[in-house]
Every structure is written in C-alpha cells, then in structure tokens.
C-alpha cells in the first residue's frame, strides 16, 4: 500500500501540474470565474443541485407522503357536512284530500361525524351528531327542528378480505424500502459525478499527450527534413514522419473538441454557469483495507433495498392469495347503530335535544357464491400460481444478489494492484519513449522503433488515469451494493430532515 501511495502521488502530482498549466492557457476561451475541483467537491455539487439529486428528492418525498397518507387512514378523522340551504317549491295535498296546495319551503342541516378504521379487523366506526331545520313558506310560516344528539354506527365485514392487515404488514416495507433506494441513488450520483469528472480529466490528459506529440513530431520533421537535404534518410521517410505530423495536428484539434464536450458534460450534470473555470485536481486513490466477500454480502442483505423488496413482494402475491379465496366464499357484512334522536318537530331551537328517543339498528347482510362457473375458483389457482412465480422469481433474485456483490468485491480488492501496474508501466513507457527519441536523434533506429514508442507511452498514460478512474468508480460502486462505508466503518444513513418540504 506505501509502494502505491508513493506511486499514486508521483503521477497525480504532474497530472496536476498539467492541468493547473492547461487551465491557465485555455481561460480565454473557457472563461473568467473559476476555482480549484477536487472530486469531493464535485461528488458535493452533485448530490446538492445535480438532476439526479432533485430526482431522488422527489421520489423518496413521494414515497413519503404515501406512508403519512397509510399512517393517517388509521387515525380519526373528523369531518362537518352541511346543507346551507336547500330551497323547493311542491305541490302537496291537503289533509281533506280534495284539494292540492303549493308550498314552498327551505332546508338547512348540519352534521358532524367522528371516524375511524379499524386495523385489526378491517371494520369502521363513526360518532356522529346532526341537526336539521325546516321552513315552511306558507300561511302562516312555521319553522320546525329536528336532530341526532349521538349516533354510533359500526360497519364490519365478516370471512372477507382484511385490507387493513395486509396494509400494515406491507406499507412499512414500502417505505423503509424508499429510504434504502433513495441511500442508493445518493450513492449513483457518487459514481455519475465521478464518471463526468474523470472524464473531462480523461479528456485534458489525452490533450497533454496529444501537444506533446505534436511538439515532438515537429522537431523530428525538422531533423528529417535536414537528414533527408543531406541525404542520409530516404523520401519515404521524410513522408512518414511528416504525415505523422499532420496526424499529430488533427489529433489536437479533436482533443480540443473532447475537453468541450466532456467538459459541457461536468458542468451540465453539476449545474454550474458555463461562464465559471474549473481546474480539476486529480485525487489519491481511495484508501481501504481488503474487504472480505463474505462479509459485504452480508451487510448487502440486512442494508439493501433489495431485501426488503423481496419480502414485500411475498407478502404481496400473499395477500392476492387471501383476496382471491375470501372472494370465493361465504362473508357477511355487520352493520350496527345506537344512538338518540329527537322526537319529530320541535318549534323551538332550545328544545331540540329534550327527551330525545333511543335509536337501535342491526343488519346482518350475506353474500354466497353458488353458481360462478368455477371463475371463483379459476382466480385462486391463478393467485396461487402467482405466489408460486414469484418465491421462484426471488429464490433466483437472491443467488444473482449475492453473486453480484461478491464478484463485485473481488474486482475491488484487485484494484490497487491494477492502480500500481497502471502507475507503474506510465513510468516506464515515458521513460522508455525518452531514450527511443534520442537514439533515433543519434540516427541508432528508425522511425518505426519511434512510433511504437510512442504509442506505448500514450496508451499507457490514458491507462493509468483510466485505472484511477476505475478505482473511484469501483469504490462508490461497492458503497452503493452494500450501504455500508468501509472507511469509516459503519451504515450509510441519511438525516431525512435534509429533504425538503417533508412536513
């Protein structure tokens, strides 16, 4: 690990020096305001202002307010109706019944009700008070009143489908399930602002090695050129080396095409003014212990979103189950009320709740399937098959989660040796195009020897920041499988007052 580190810093410290000198050339063109990045910063950025931050906000906010709306379905709920007036015109007939009578009269009424469901047995109760008032438009006008002082009503199903049960089973899933997908989605956003991140370095990296080249093959076509006047090299050569310049040219010209549009990419995902200058320091490598396999699936299945999901979707083709065979057979519905109600017309307002009468009511209503022509059974037998797919589904589910997460782990394990290899050959391969170049000065090779030497030294700089790249990338990727911070050793949580507009 020291090796690496020692390695790591070397390169990044002249991947910086680059950078810094880059940023400094192209300010004109890029603009005025700027500052130094570094990639925790950007990885900030992103999860405050980057699209996918709102995003995510938006869903978990979602996934909240649908647990409160479950949560408050339970609790009591109060309620006033009334009508403020109900104006009619009739016609009635007279008590001698030989003669019809226009009248006009106006309503008015008022009820309060008390609520609520009741979990355990997916009943209903209600608390419920009235009162009502007639004026009747004719010779002479009257007005008359009548109430409900209390009514209590219960209506409960019997051998039927209990919604509220398999709510209050389900719903907390959900919504723990939420919060563990929005934790993954913070964590994505770690790994997409790294992707453009490293690409606009990516892209200014590739524009260093493309001006040297080009520096380079403009020096060797002048030493050609006066090889080839003084005729110690043939035509063909001078050729080569001078389309190598030319290929060298075009090379700039699309790296600087590629910072532009790497570099519209970073500021488009972190939402910062194209008129701003960033110059983009490279990090170290993560630092970590080797992680055992075991040990992140395990924290995979009690932190992942997936776990929960798995047993909501059970319990869900379970619950379709229970409806499917409570529909298929004998239920009842209770319906029960006692309360008080006034005696039928009172002219005085003071005397509506005197003497009231009692009020009872029993209903017992029954529902059989008898003849469906086997669609009730039909619907078993396909909820049934149903839960069937589904533990298939999620056995197999299961196996590919704990697969994933531990060839993900040995990937990860093996990135600091791909780090130092990477660090290491950039090394070599510089070092090695340096003494090419001077023996081809000195006339020892050809250009041949020349060109595979530089190739070797190009690819092997664009490797070692792609390995770095990979390195950051694989590490966010392991945070985001598991929920668990290797670094500091503990769960990945989130404070949900940070979310906005959540109350």
Known sequence: MNVLKSIGRVRIVSINCFVLLLSILTLPVFGQVGGMLTLEEAVKIALRQSPDALTAMHHFRSNYWQYRNYEAELMPHLSMAGVLPSLSKDVII?????????????????????????????????????????????????????????????????????????????????????????????????MNASNVFFGLLNAQIRLKIQMTNLANNDTLYQIARGRYNIGTIAENELLQIELSLLNAKAAVEQAKLDINVSRFNLFSYLRIPEDHNLILVAPDPPQFKPIDAQVAIAYARDHRSESLEFERRMIEAQSGVNMAKSENRFSAMLNAAYGLRSKPIYFQLKDVYLDPNEL?????????????????KGK?????????????????????????????????????????????????????????????????????DLNIAQTEKDNAQQSYISALSTFWNSYFEIRKLTLYDFATDRPITFDINEIPELE
């Open 94 to 190: 007279s008590q001698e019944g030989d003669r019809f009578i226009p009248v006009n009269y106006s309503q008015y009424s008022v009820d309060m009700s008390l609520s609520k469901n009741i979990g355990l047995t997916g009943g209903r109760i209600s608390l419920k008070s009235g009162l009502q008032r007639l004026d009747v438009f004719a010779d002479p006008e009257t007005t008359s009143y009548s109430s409900v002082p209390i009514n209590i009503e219960l209506t409960q199903p019997l051998f039927g489908f209990n919604e509220f049960r398999w709510k209050k089973k389900i719903e907390p899933l959900q919504y723990n399930e939420a919060q563990r997908r929005y934790l993954e989605q913070v964590e994505q956003i770690r």
């Open 360 to 376: 009872q009511q029993l209903s017992i209503g029954i529902n059989v399937p008898i003849l469906d022509w086997g669609a009730g």
């Open 380 to 448: 078993v037998k396909l909820a049934e098959s149903q839960l069937e797919l589904e533990r298939t589904s999620i056995q197999q589910s299961r196996i590919d989660f704990d697969q994933e997460v531990f060839i993900k782990v040995m990937k990860f394990n093996m990135q600091p040796t791909q780090f130092a290899i990477a660090a290491k050959s950039d090394t070599v391969a510089l070092k090695r195009y340096e003494v090419t170049k001077q023996r081809y000065y000195i006339g020892k090779i050809g250009i041949t």
